[in-house]
Each structure stands twice: as C-alpha cells, then as structure tokens.
C-alpha cells in the first residue's frame, strides 16, 4: 500500500492539455490543481491533485487542505489509497458534487476503540464503516497512520460534516470477482457500482452489494484498540526513524513525500481502475 512515486510511470504532472486543468488552489497543504475526469462517475466529477510529486498516501497535510476545500462548500470527495482501487500512484482524491447514498444514511454510535472514542457508523451499513466529525479530524489522522504502518488500504470519504474511513483487507477475497467484476473501491462503497453490459447489471443485486461491503472491509488495526494510547505515545517509528512525538506531534507523523518503510513492504499492484463508467445501478 505505501508504494513510493514512481517519476517515470505516468502522474498528473504528465499533463500537457491545459483544458485539463480547471483551477489552481494554494491550500494550507500545499499547492494542487483540479482536473477534469475523463470517465466520471458522479455529478461535476473532478480530481483534486497535488502538484508536488508525491505517493498515493493520505497526510495531514492532504486531511487539511480537502477540509478547507470541501467543508464551506456542498461538494464532496473521496480517497482510494494505493492498492484500494488507485490507479495512479501520485496524490488525488476525487471531488464530487453530490452527497452520495452511503451519506444519507443516518449515523449512530459505533463499536468503542477505546479511550472512550466511539465513532459513529452509518446505520444498516453491512460491513466496517468509521465515521468522525471533522472536528475529530486527529482521530483520523491516527487511524491512517496505523492502517500505513500496517500496509492496510484504505478509502475514505469526505462531506462538509463527517470523514468516512473504509479499512480494507490486505487481499482481494475470491468471493468478491465472482460477485462483482470490478475492484470494491471508493465509489461503490459511496454507492455506485459500474458495469459494463446489461446482463451484469441484471445480475447485480442489493443483497450481493451488502456482500461486498461485508468482505471487501476490515476492522482498523488492534494498535488502535487504545486509541487514547495511539494519540499520546511520545515516540514512533516512520521508517527505519524512531522520532518523539506528543499528540500534537502525531498529526505531523503522515509527512509527504514519505513511503513508510518502504524497503521492507513490497509494492502493491493497483487492483483497479480510476476512470470506469458504463452502466450503474
């Protein structure tokens, strides 16, 4: 999951259309662009990108920047990190204006992580579902520090009230192609799913979407079962690095540019693909 920028691969550096390129925004995280998607999927579909030449890796700077972005406004974005339905391994999180299915759900108290945090989940959500109000956005930062230290992937989801973390398994499981023929990525836990004829769109049924949602998500990392702990240790390790940090430190830990111990974790294939659009149900 914490595979390093690859210079020579395609990024969206790369882009020579100018067209492409709608806005430049200077945010607290950095500087980024907004391009036009070539395959949308949702209403004014975009991607937001960073123009620094940066991995696929959720920081706190990113968190900050699609806060201001996102949270004065009636957009929302999402997150599919390397190896959950990435294609492109240089930092983008897709903007969208609509609130998505998953969204509309009501929210209620979730299982304890201890601490006595307790996020909220959406309710009748099938599988593993983390809900926090930006207002707890250190949390977040805190479980995908965790999830990166575990090489676990991830997608996430933003509305200008709540974050949405998605823990995925490791593995793809089997049972997930013989369902669903494309990678369960951002979108489809938003609530859309894409086909590609009409026969798979007849065959595709809610209770195989709930399915999905069960196998194709996983429980955050035990290292979080103390959450209270995760936030105050006074020390961590990034990479071959042991460097103190004290809670207000630790959303310093996700720094750019940084591939968490990056000569030990072998690089992920990208199971997906960004840009798909046919038929969805």
């Known amino acids: 999951m914490c595979t390093p920028f690859n210079p020579a691969g395609f990024h969206f550096g790369k882009i020579q259309n100018p067209g492409e390129r709608l806005l430049h925004l200077e945010l607290s995280g ?5 391009l036009t998607n070539m395959f949308p999927l949702f209403p004014k579909h975009m991607l937001l990108v960073c123009n620094q030449l940066v991995p696929q890796q959720m920081t706190q700077a990113h968190l900050q920047s699609i806060g201001e972005l996102i949270r004065p406004s009636t957009f929302c974005a999402y997150f599919n990190s390397w190896a959950a339905s990435a294609s492109v391994n240089h930092f983008h999180c897709h903007v ?26 959406p309710v009748g959500f099938p599988g593993h579902c983390y809900v926090f109000e930006w207002s707890r956005v250190e949390l977040v930062s805190a479980a995908i520090w965790a999830m990166q230290q575990d090489n676990q992937p991830h997608n996430l989801l933003f509305t200008p009230h709540y974050i949405y973390v998605w823990p995925k398994p490791r593995e793809r499981p089997e049972r997930s192609f013989e ?23 007849q065959q595709l ?77």
């Open 179 to 201: 369902l669903y023929a494309e990678t369960v990525g951002g979108p489809e836990l938003l609530g859309s799913f894409t086909v590609y004829g009409e026969d798979d769109f």
């Open 205 to 281: 049924q809610p209770e195989h979407a709930a399915e999905l949602f069960q196998i194709n998500t996983a429980p955050l990392p035990a290292r979080l079962r103390n959450f209270g702990r995760a936030l105050d240790d006074s020390y961590t390790s990034i990479g071959t690095v042991s460097q103190p940090y004290g809670r207000r430190g630790l959303l310093q830990q996700i720094r750019p540019s940084v591939s968490l111990d990056s000569a030990l974790i072998r690089p992920s294939l990208s199971l997906g693909s960004e840009g798909r659009g046919c038929l969805t149900r």
């Open 96 to 121: 969208i204006d609509e609130l998505p299915p998953v969204a509309m759900l009501p929210l209620e108290p979730g299982t304890p992580l201890g601490s006595g945090v307790r996020p909220l989940r």
């Open 30 to 34: 950095g500087s980024y662009d907004v």
